[in-house]
């Protein structure tokens, strides 16, 4: 029998509202009590639902890694050129990050506390799609268009430059000097200079054998 209607929106409401402060705060800086506030429940009500602080940091931790490559793998797939896979691929995950600026920070920190996770991430949200990554660059390698690469190279090479920047962002606003609209402003560009680093990386000029 499913579950009632209310206790359906209230179980949603609390996993939002521990979705927003584990992202903010980590898992360990978390607390039921501000859970509760933000989801406007009891503490008691919270527990009802969840048992316990660590039902509820897994919950949101595979919420998390669900969305963490949502489009790569169908991208890859396609049968667009590759440079302009390379350029939506960049676009999704710049508007990933865009929609989610803590979920960087937090994934890398919950990796680093709790390397078990690593599992649940890849049950979750697949492995990244590195044999079609690899498809597509085999072919313009073979056309003598780009060095040769390999995928995983190629992919990290990418999260570097899309992730590093939203997981660092408190350290980039001390770097920087920048905050608020032109740190907002830096990422902007950084999204449409991304894919050009990218295909810049893996181009061979044209003076090139």
């Not at 999704?92 to 709790?114: H, K, W």
């Amino acid at each position: 029998m499913a579950a009632p209607k209310k206790e359906v929106d209230t179980e949603s409401r609390i996993l939002d509202a521990a979705h927003r402060v584990f992202l903010r705060e980590g898992t360990s800086g978390a607390r039921m009590q501000e859970i509760a506030n933000e989801a406007g429940v009891n503490k008691a009500l919270l527990h009802y639902y969840f048992q316990n602080k660590q039902r509820l940091a897994d919950a949101v931790f595979l919420r998390v890694v669900r969305n963490l490559f949502p489009a790569v793998q169908q991208i890859f797939e396609s049968d667009q050129p590759f440079e302009d896979k390379v350029r939506a691929f960049v676009a999704s995950e710049f508007d990933t990050m865009d929609a989610n600026p803590y979920m960087p920070g937090y994934v890398i920190s919950e990796l680093q506390q709790q390397p078990g996770r690593i599992k649940a991430l890849l049950e979750s949200s697949g492995p990244p799609p590195l044999d079609a990554i690899q498809g597509s660059l085999d072919k313009e390698i073979a056309a003598g268009r780009y060095h040769p690469i390999t995928a995983a190279d190629f992919f990290l090479t990418a999260l570097s430059l899309i992730l590093y920047p939203y997981a660092a962002r408190p350290g980039v606003t001390m770097l920087t000097e920048m905050n608020g609209e032109s740190l907002d402003a830096m990422f902007a560009r950084r999204r449409e200079m991304t894919a050009e680093w990218l295909l810049r990386m893996v181009r061979k000029s044209s003076s090139e054998p």
